[in-house]
């Protein structure tokens, strides 16, 4: 699955998009799953996952062919 | 449709307005954010703003919605930059009509406060010794 990344979460993967080939099939383990690549995702303040444009719950399911984003805290205004 | 929700360049104060007065409104408030020239003391050299832009545009929808629905008012405007900006340079601007003025002013405190909170908008503040993502570490 490819995942999107903002802001500061962007910036420490690199790219504003990552291919994710491990079988994360719910939002917390996608999130355990891009700790595990990219360790300074866990400093910080939160590290919500968004689907389809959605704020994530960690128990929700991942389906093939969602938009999938990595939403570091937020700050604008 | 009697709200707008808008991610651009640049916004103007007076679109914001054009768009929400209304001959039954009496009461209009507007919130405007604008680039401060320091933070914490040190110089701020302009600021950058990265938008999920349709999910931003989603957020800034819903508050539109709920401000309408449960706080009295009867047009609403959001709207917000993305890019670079210099000190001074308006980056957000909320305005709300309301037949009278207390639902307007509360509506966009409810408005700015919640934006701040759930719209994925992020804010890089660029200072003479470097550049930090805002509020992204505890």
Same mark, same amino acid.
């Given at each position: ?9 962007? #910036? ?10 491990? %079988? ?5 383990? &996608? ?5 595990? *690549?990219? %360790? *300074? &995702? *866990? #400093? &910080? *303040? ?11 719950? #960690?128990?929700?399911?991942?389906? %093939?062919? #969602? ?5 570091? %805290?937020?700050?604008?205004? | 449709?009697? $709200?707008?929700? +808008? ?21 209009? /408030? ?9 933070? =914490?003391?040190?110089?701020?050299? =302009?600021?950058?703003? +990265? ?5 931003? $545009?989603?957020?800034? +929808? =819903? ?20 890019? +670079? ?9 909320? !305005?709300? /009509?309301?037949?009278?003025?207390? !639902? ?6 409810? /408005?700015?406060?919640? $934006? =701040? ?22």
């Amino acid at each position: 699955m490819k995942v999107l990344l903002f802001g500061i979460a962007k #910036d420490i993967a690199g790219a504003p998009v990552i291919q994710v080939d491990a %079988p994360v099939e719910q939002v917390a383990a &996608l999130r355990e799953y891009l700790y595990g *690549r990219y %360790p *300074r &995702l *866990r #400093d &910080l *303040r939160s590290c919500m996952i968004a689907v389809n444009k959605v704020y994530a719950a #960690d128990g929700d399911a991942l389906q %093939p062919g #969602d938009e999938i984003a990595v939403i570091p %805290p937020v700050s604008g205004g | 449709m009697d $709200l707008l929700v +808008e991610i651009k360049d640049s916004i103007t104060v007076q679109e914001a307005v054009d768009f929400v007065e209304s001959p039954s409104c009496g009461g209009v /408030a507007v919130f405007i954010g604008t680039v401060r020239n320091q933070t =914490k003391g040190k110089s701020v050299q =302009k600021l950058y703003f +990265e938008c999920y832009t349709p999910m931003a $545009l989603q957020e800034m +929808e =819903k508050i539109a919605r709920h401000i309408q629905q449960e706080m009295g008012i009867q047009r609403i405007a959001i709207l917000h930059v993305s890019g +670079e900006k210099l000190p001074g340079e308006t980056v957000v601007v909320i !305005a709300a /009509a309301a037949p009278h003025r207390g !639902a307007a002013f509360i509506a966009c405190q409810y /408005a700015i406060d919640t $934006l =701040k909170e759930t719209v994925p908008i992020w804010k890089k503040e660029y200072f003479e010794d470097g550049e930090v993502w805002v509020a992204a570490h505890p």
